[in-house]
């Protein structure tokens, strides 16, 4: 992480290094483009001579000015300053050069000539200097903002992975509650039924302990879990509730899908749509097709479960903002209510998705 973060850091000191770089070629270049014999050095340091203000500033603003002024929204500040220091160094150049002892290495700058645009005046020297600081103000604000960026990002990364993570094992307490209370009504009724209760529970504990850790997981494992779900209802519940388990066969093995999603809407179809004294069914059906994974669930409905199917559907919310996080807008989430007698949802959810696998532990 500590890597990415810095990637646009290097990206900045980069640039700065070509365009330095290029600055300091100019002069070779320029005497290979004279066609000169041989190249004089002494034009080349004279260039670079009057280059070295400018690289003096361009240090000062990048490691100073700029992080300590600029960044902190201190811009008045930073102006005055910069101001008064390019006017110090241009007109100080300026002054030495004006007043310098004559030698034979001054004069082999002035026969040479001048080689470089800092030969202005000092005034304009610091227009131009201005110009740079600005432009390298703008780069390193510019950069500033993608390390931002990208901070916000990874902060937003670790948010959804959090949520995702709270919201999934905020139904496993929910599941379990249910299916602990399943177990406990069955100890004093049948005892040997409590205890193939208890060896289903720990299949299911195991999946939920171990497999439904990963982003995602074989839909081959998914099914089977629901599979011992419904063992575990079909052992408290009498005959009397008619449970249809329509999976489609062969499963592709290939097929991944977020863990503990199905199950909420099988879970809620048993919790709502059964009851004691009447004829109550669920029917489950999952299929893979074009790419999706399709599970439908409808249930019996009664009327004095529909008041707690709205009071109750704490699962099914999780259930909703998880899908959210995971698929955006990738997933259909349909729920059929208008029938007096049937309860009907249908998840429709992509087998593969970019945003999804993004989102890791």
Known sequence: MRTQTNKPFIGENLLYFMV????????????????EEHVQLVNILTAWSKVLPYIVIFIINNFIFAP??????????????????????????????????????????????????TDLDWYWNVLLGLFMCGANSLIKMMFVGMREEQRIAELESHRLQAEMEYLKYQINPHFFMNTLNNIHALIDIDTEAAQRSVI?????????????????????????????????????????VEVKLDVQNPLPSSVKIPPLLMIVLVENAFKHGVSYNKHS???????????????????????????????????????KKRLDLLFADSYQLTIDDSSEQEYDITLKIPVSNDEMHSIRR
């Open 20 to 35: 330095w770089s290029l600055v300091l070629l100019v002069p070779i270049l320029n005497s290979k483009m004279m066609a």
């Open 68 to 117: 300590k002024l600029l960044m902190r929204r201190r811009y008045i500040s930073y102006l005055g300053v910069l101001v008064v220091v390019l006017t110090a160094i241009f007109f100080g150049v300026e002054y030495y050069q004006q007043n310098i002892r004559m030698t034979p290495y001054n004069a082999a700058l002035i026969m040479h000539g001048k080689a470089s645009f």
């Open 200 to 240: 289903e529970l720990s299949k299911m504990m195991r999946y939920v302990l171990y497999d439904s850790d990963n982003a995602t997981i074989d839909i081959v494992n998914e099914v089977r879990f629901i599979e011992n779900y419904i063992a575990l209802m079909k052992i408290r519940y009498t005959e009397d």
């Open 281 to 319: 069914y669920v029917h489950i059906k999952i299929d893979c097709t074009a790419g999706y994974v399709v599970c439908r669930v409808a249930n019996s409905r009664h009327n004095e479960q529909r008041s707690d199917r709205r009071a109750s559907g704490l699962g099914l919310e999780n259930m």
